[in-house]
């Protein structure tokens, strides 16, 4: 989970150590719960306020960079194969 927080003067950013002051919320890291809480307008109704397109575009950023890390390990496990030994029977 990664926190999101709405500071004093109103700016939104991500809050990675989940203790920077202010209105939070939290969003799981896979990809389907920020573009669903991008395109739902979910994290400015948590935290109560309006995303300024900066703010908007710094949670787009973040939310391409999970989808680029969340594909790259994708294809690393598509891509290893465990050396199994041949199974002999007894009989």
Do not use: N
Request: net charge positive; hydrophobic share 35%.
């Amino acid at each position: 989970m990664v926190r999101i927080v709405r500071g004093a003067d109103g700016s939104v950013t991500l809050d990675p150590t989940g203790k920077r002051p202010g209105r939070g919320t939290y969003v799981c890291l896979r990809t389907q719960c920020w573009t669903r809480a991008l395109r739902t307008g979910s994290f400015g109704r948590s935290l109560k306020t309006d995303l300024a397109p900066a703010d908007r575009a710094e949670l787009e950023r973040y939310a391409a960079q999970l989808r680029s890390s969340t594909e790259a390990a994708a294809a690393q496990h598509d891509s290893w194969r465990p050396e199994v030994a041949p199974v002999r029977g007894d009989g």
